[in-house]
């Protein structure tokens, strides 16, 4: 049990103020433009923005060692310019854009609490800018898990993959990496696809991925395929929009076919692991009715449409929780 006390209660009060400084300061890219040394003029310039709030905006962010000052002269110093620079391939900024977006539907928490009703679009429904932002930032997560799921997968006797609304093909990239005999189906919208034909058309294993472009909510899915992957999804949908899912997965799946489920797998009492509790917050101001699941939440609707042999293969707190089911 946490030791509160007045300071630490109101520390927590103030904990967003150092977080929307680090969305503001992406959102306007300041530390793309802060790689090398600028005056308050210089970069007021470049960004056209006002001078006296950029003046204050910069200096908090100096405050938290974000920027250094010197000589009237900002800067972004390594390792911080390499994660926040939209120019770095290592940039994490994608996934603060849709930290941002996020921020939006969190500001709506108290009156979602109170009415059960949230104002936001259905889940992955974003304007043009949004989607990318929220479609690349999954790539940023998933480069780091993905060659361990693949590992942890043991997919080594399954030859065709289908990964469901896998945005630009990180997951089905790792799985063909790991597994030199298999191909892989890309399922996701067409405006998803596009992105990943751009991410993609360098990839070592491009020619073994076929991209197809559909809404696994309306559209069935891609048939002939001995494993088909769920990776982060199944957290948007109610519990019946699930079944639904699952029935058009099992219909995709050879005789003796695998399903693979990647989410927050919670555990019973649903207030771990931390992560999920939080997550499912989430889900509650930007979607109808989307949750993070328990195993058993998640084996009654494998099993309502006809998947037998569920057992989760490994817990997690980064929802890289992993539950497998098999059709007969």
């Known amino acids: 049990m946490r030791n509160w006390n007045s300071d630490s209660i109101l520390?927590?009060?103030?904990?967003?103020?150092?977080?929307?400084?680090?969305?503001?300061?992406?959102?306007?890219?300041?530390?793309?433009?802060?790689?090398?040394?600028?005056?308050?003029?210089?970069?007021?310039?470049?960004?056209?923005?006002?001078?006296?709030?950029?003046?204050?905006?910069?200096?908090?962010?100096?405050?938290?060692?974000?920027?250094?000052?010197?000589?009237?002269?900002?800067?972004?110093?390594?390792?911080?310019?390499?994660?926040?620079?939209?120019?770095?391939?290592?940039?994490?900024?994608?996934?603060?854009?849709?930290?941002?977006?996020?921020?939006?539907?969190?500001?709506?928490?108290?009156?979602?609490?109170?009415?059960?009703?949230?104002?936001?679009?259905?889940?992955?429904?974003?304007?043009?800018?949004?989607?990318?932002?929220?479609?690349?930032?999954?790539?940023?997560?998933?480069?780091?898990?993905?060659?361990?799921?693949?590992?942890?997968?043991?997919?080594q006797a399954s030859r065709a993959l289908l990964d469901v609304g896998g945005a630009t093909g990180t997951y089905a990239e790792a799985f063909l990496n790991q597994y030199p005999e298999m191909r892989a189906t890309l399922f996701d919208r067409p405006a998803v696809i596009e992105m990943a034909e751009t991410r993609l058309a360098s990839s070592p294993v491009r020619k073994r991925i076929t991209l197809s472009s559909g809404d696994f909510y309306t559209d069935p899915l891609p048939a002939g395929h001995d494993l088909v992957l769920l990776?982060?999804?199944?957290?948007?949908?109610?519990?019946?929009?699930?079944?639904?899912l699952y029935k058009k997965c099992f219909d995709a799946l050879t005789p003796r076919g695998r399903l693979l489920v990647r989410d927050h797998v919670m555990q019973p009492d649903r207030v771990k692991p931390e992560g999920g509790a939080l997550f499912a917050v989430n889900m509650l101001v930007a979607t109808e009715g989307g949750n993070c699941y328990t195993f058993e939440d998640i084996r009654s609707g494998l099993y309502a449409v006809g998947f037998v042999n569920a057992r989760q293969i490994r817990d997690g707190g980064r929802m890289d929780g992993l539950v497998e089911a098999y059709k007969p």
Not at 65 to 75: F, P, S
Request: proline share 4%; with cysteine; aromatic share 6%.
């Open 11 to 155: 520390n927590l009060s103030r904990a967003f103020m150092e977080s929307r400084l680090l969305l503001s300061g992406a959102e306007i890219d300041v530390f793309t433009h802060l790689s090398s040394p600028k005056t308050l003029d210089e970069i007021t310039s470049l960004l056209e923005s006002d001078r006296r709030a950029t003046e204050i905006l910069l200096d908090a962010l100096t405050a938290m060692k974000l920027l250094e000052k010197e000589d009237e002269r900002y800067h972004c110093p390594e390792p911080a310019a390499s994660l926040l620079s939209s120019e770095s391939e290592h940039s994490v900024r994608p996934m603060i854009l849709h930290s941002a977006s996020v921020w939006q539907r969190w500001s709506l928490l108290s009156d979602v609490v109170r009415t059960g009703n949230t104002a936001a679009p259905p889940a992955g429904l974003f304007e043009k800018e949004e989607l990318t932002a929220f479609i690349f930032a999954m790539h940023v997560v998933g480069r780091h898990m993905a060659d361990e799921i693949a590992v942890i997968a043991k997919a």
């Open 231 to 244: 990776s982060a999804i199944i957290h948007q949908n109610s519990p019946e929009q699930n079944v639904a």
